[in-house]
């Protein structure tokens, strides 16, 4: 079955630029979206179709797509970012909805 | 602004059928799509599936393949409620359900869109 792929974690300082991956092989034909997801709550989206920011997301937050992979670069990092975080896009066949594995993200 | 609320039993038995209830208010279940996901204890998301008016009081339905044999997710217009039901649970299928709205599907150009509201979650334990 078709799979993306996330680093299992990423640390950064306060302050620095966090960037997290997500590789599949149909990212080039379909849009890359991102959650942010803290501990027993709901995930909530910070970017939809690649690079677009949701109203009410700070601007740290921004997204990139090339090729088989798609970004979620957070500057200038914050406490309060640390957070899971799924990437999510469709797999050629159905389409049908695919997450991938989840990234969690620590500010040391 | 819309909310979601699930319900429905905290506790199910191997073998037996989990069923669960989303219910929307501030918003319509006649358009767009409207999926469950869920997310076992500690791990990943993973979307089960959607259904989506397809006319009058008629849905369609897209299904995760993986499961696609044991779901079904109806929707009632009038309640504005969509409803899951997996049968022949096991343990591996303790998690919490959430119910959510897709947005941004433009066929043929974005056939899966994002999910902008999402319930609050209910943690379903599959033990007997």
């Known amino acids: 079955s078709y799979e993306l792929t996330q680093p299992p974690s990423v640390s950064v300082s306060p302050g620095q630029t966090a960037r997290i991956t997500c590789s599949g092989d149909a990212l080039p034909k379909h849009y890359g979206y991102w959650y942010q997801q803290k501990p027993g709550q709901a995930p909530v989206v910070v970017i939809y179709?690649?690079?677009e920011r949701p109203s009410g997301i700070p601007e740290r937050f921004s997204g990139s797509s090339s090729g088989t992979t798609v970004t979620l670069t957070i500057s200038g990092v914050q406490a309060e970012d640390e957070a899971d975080y799924y990437c999510q896009s469709a797999d050629n066949s159905g389409p049908y909805v695919v997450f991938g594995g989840g990234t969690k993200l620590t500010v040391l | 602004q819309m909310q979601l609320q699930e319900s429905g039993p905290g506790l199910v038995k191997p073998s037996e059928t989990l069923s669960l209830t989303c219910t929307v208010s501030g918003g319509s279940i006649s358009s767009q799509h409207w999926s469950w996901i869920r997310q076992p204890p500690g791990k990943g998301l993973e979307w089960i599936g959607y259904?989506?008016?397809?006319?009058?009081?008629?849905?369609?339905?897209k299904y995760n393949p993986s499961l696609k044999s044991r779901i079904t997710i109806s929707g009632d217009m009038s309640k504005n409620q969509l409803s899951l039901k997996l049968s022949s649970v096991t343990a591996a299928d303790t998690a919490v359900y959430y119910c959510?709205?897709?947005?941004?599907?433009?066929?043929?150009?974005?056939?899966?869109?994002?999910?902008?509201?999402w319930g609050q979650g209910t943690l379903v334990t599959v033990s007997s």
């Open positions: 259904i989506y008016n397809s006319g009058n009081t008629k849905y369609n339905t």
């Open positions: 179709k690649d690079i």
């Open positions: 959510a709205r897709e947005s941004g599907v433009v066929v043929p150009a974005a056939p899966v869109g994002y999910f902008d509201y």
